[in-house]
């Protein structure tokens, strides 16, 4: 399935995020009336019982906890580059789709977007950095993540040492 978006103005972000909020809303409350809390566990564990919030299709619940936070961190980071370059149009590939998670259309400006308990988790910050590092046709390169845990002190030794790549920790998805 095509994951792949096309933004050009913060109304489009605004209206995707609240789809993405009132999806969730209701497909949560929905998976809240199921019975016992061992029934919805199991649900949660074993079934299709999630939902995809922004391309509408049934996924188990992990799966949909993880790609409603990735989806708003990516829309938060959207509206980021929006504000910054307010005459662009950018290309979002939501969720597991290949390529950046943002792109320019021109391909000069280069995203990867995350949500992780800690920046460190998984290395997932150094390995977004450094994808983006190895692209030597992009001119402004940037991660933009969400994490309850800052761990400022590792954030910093990447900065430090990748100083092409703006490093953005965001403090709220805009929800």
């Given at each position: 399935m095509n994951k792949r978006m096309i933004f050009s103005n913060i109304e489009q972000v605004k209206s995707c995020r609240e789809k993405i909020v009132r999806i969730t809303n209701e497909k949560v409350k929905e998976l809240l009336n199921i019975g016992t809390g061992l029934e919805l566990l199991r649900q949660v564990k074993f079934t299709q019982n999630g939902y995809d919030p922004l391309f509408e299709k049934p996924l188990n619940f992990i799966e949909q906890t993880n790609q409603t936070f990735t989806y708003l961190v990516s829309l938060a980071a959207l509206e980021h580059l929006l504000t910054l370059?307010?005459?662009?149009?950018?290309?979002?590939?939501?969720?597991?789709?290949?390529?950046?998670?943002?792109?320019s259309e021109d391909g000069s400006?280069?995203?990867?977007?995350f949500a992780a308990t800690a920046p460190d988790s998984n290395y997932k910050l150094k390995k977004d950095v450094e994808r983006l590092v190895n692209n030597q046709l992009s001119t402004k390169k940037y991660v933009i993540y969400y994490a309850e845990i800052q761990k400022e002190k590792h954030v910093d030794n990447i900065r430090n040492k990748y100083k092409e790549v703006e490093i953005i920790s965001l403090s709220s998805l805009g929800i």
């Open positions: 370059y307010p005459n662009r149009s950018f290309s979002v590939n939501f969720g597991t789709s290949p390529g950046y998670d943002i792109e400006i280069i995203c990867e977007c």
